[in-house]
């Protein structure tokens, strides 16, 4: 029996990261194991990365839908740190991943420090220097993607790898409810949505995580990196296959399993 702690917990997620395998979920052996802990557990692997020569970029909301959340048992989106080794490259292809899974995305780069508590949509936007399109690929550790919301959370929000596009806009004049997006998988549409997806307005989530990590002491900082969640389901990447976004105002983002 693994004698669980936070250290151990994010050296065997680290682990099974590096080492492309997936295992059980962490609470089926450590029933303690409850979100304020899985999120000491993130920041715990957070201080193993940067160890060993990552750089802390920015953050990143999963579970931003309603509908994924009453799935996930939780009233409120997830968060997840993001490093500079998670940044896939335009000509690069993906890296060896357990299973990965691709969904469209709005990326904010920020221009300067954004602090909460009390961060309104508004407010938030106002610290965005450019938007972008993106694609993140999510990895989760456990096994068929089956965890609880405190294993997600501890696994750094089934972060992998994510592309942003090549066209970055300035916020003034978009109206990020109504960016539209379209996912393509092998030359086909499988799915659309818009940025209302996303909490009505990506710039709701972007103010949700300055209040969230308000509550810990921290902030967004000016040139960090925010994806904002989801904007779709995540669809399966098979090798070989090649994912697009194609968004109304952002431009287009590609990449090859």
């Not at 992998?160 to 916020?171: H, I, Y």
């Not at 810990?216 to 779709?232: K, Q, S």
């Amino acid at each position: 029996m693994t004698e669980w702690s936070i250290a151990e917990a994010a050296r065997v997620l680290l682990a099974a990261e590096d080492a492309g395998t997936a295992r059980g979920p962490l609470t089926e052996e450590w029933p303690g194991l409850d979100v304020r802990t899985a999120y000491a557990v993130q920041d715990e692997a957070l201080r193993l990365r940067l160890a060993r020569g990552e750089k802390l970029i920015g953050l990143k909301l999963g579970l931003t839908s309603k509908a994924k959340q009453e799935r996930m048992g939780v009233d409120r989106p997830v968060m997840a740190w993001l490093t500079d080794a998670m940044v896939l490259p335009a000509a690069d292809p993906l890296p060896k991943l357990i299973h990965p899974r691709a969904e469209p995305e709005i990326v904010f780069v920020l221009g300067s420090r954004l602090a909460g508590p009390g961060v309104t949509a508004a407010t938030a936007m106002e610290a965005v220097d450019r938007v972008y399109g993106g694609i993140e690929v999510i990895d989760s550790r456990y096994e068929d993607f089956r965890f609880a919301a405190a294993d997600t959370i501890a696994d750094n929000a089934s972060s992998s790898v994510f592309r942003a596009g090549p066209v970055g806009v300035a916020p003034a004049g978009l109206d990020l409810s109504l960016e539209g997006c379209l996912l393509e998988v092998d030359g086909a549409i499988v799915d659309s949505a818009t940025g209302a997806a996303v909490l009505g307005h990506p710039g709701e989530a972007l103010a949700l995580a300055a209040n969230s990590l308000a509550e810990r002491g921290l902030a967004l900082e000016a040139g960090w990196v925010v994806l904002t969640g989801g904007l779709t389901d995540a669809v399966p990447i098979s090798p070989g296959s090649r994912i697009a976004a194609h968004f109304t105002s952002l431009g287009s983002v590609t990449l090859a399993g």
